[in-house]
């Protein structure tokens, strides 16, 4: 696993739309992982609206990503929940098909979908990775998405007549 958080982009002034869907199984964690994107997002993209979605739990995270995406043209999508390995090989399952969803989701709308939707073994590794500074996935959700925000701005400009275009 990487050590190293993605650089952090410039401040920028768009006014892009960005979707949380977030878990609220292990809410204490995922709550951490909230609390960092929303900080990272005010203070790099501080005009952007931010619209959370919460939903039961890892599972129900596609489903209402592919809603909000369906419904409401969001520029990225972030998804956070925390999934801790049990003694029963559930975990894993919900995890593989979590990640699968996302990314064809992701491919399929043109729309970059932050995957932060962690499968840890322990709630050590959620103590680190949804609480701490060095390691904390919110912050680095927040600055992947800032990053693909900036990105497919440009790439618009680019591209113009593309069917990506909103």
């Known amino acids: 696993m990487s ?34 994107v929303r900080e990272e997002l005010d203070e790099l993209l501080p005009q952007a609206q931010v619209m959370t979605y919460r939903v039961p739990g890892a599972f129900e995270i596609p489903v209402c990503a592919e809603f909000v995406l369906r419904n409401t043209e969001p520029d ?4 956070l929940g925390v999934i801790l390995r049990g003694e ?16 064809r989701m992701a491919v399929a709308h043109c729309t970059p979908i932050v995957h932060e939707v962690l499968l840890l073994d322990n ?3 959620a103590q680190v990775r949804c609480f701490g500074d060095r390691l904390n996935r919110g912050t680095e959700a927040g600055r992947v998405a800032v990053n693909m925000v900036q990105l497919f701005e440009k790439l618009r400009l680019t591209f113009p007549f593309s069917q990506s275009s909103k």
């Open 88 to 103: 029963t090989e559930h975990g894993d399952l919900v995890g593989a098909s979590v990640t699968d969803a996302l990314q």
């Open 3 to 36: 050590q190293d958080a993605p650089s952090r982009p410039q401040v920028s002034t768009s006014r892009a739309n960005i979707a949380i869907v977030a878990s609220l199984y292990n809410e204490t964690y995922v709550q951490a992982l909230l609390d960092s």
């Open 76 to 79: 990225a999508v972030i998804a």
């Open 123 to 125: 709630e050590e590794q």
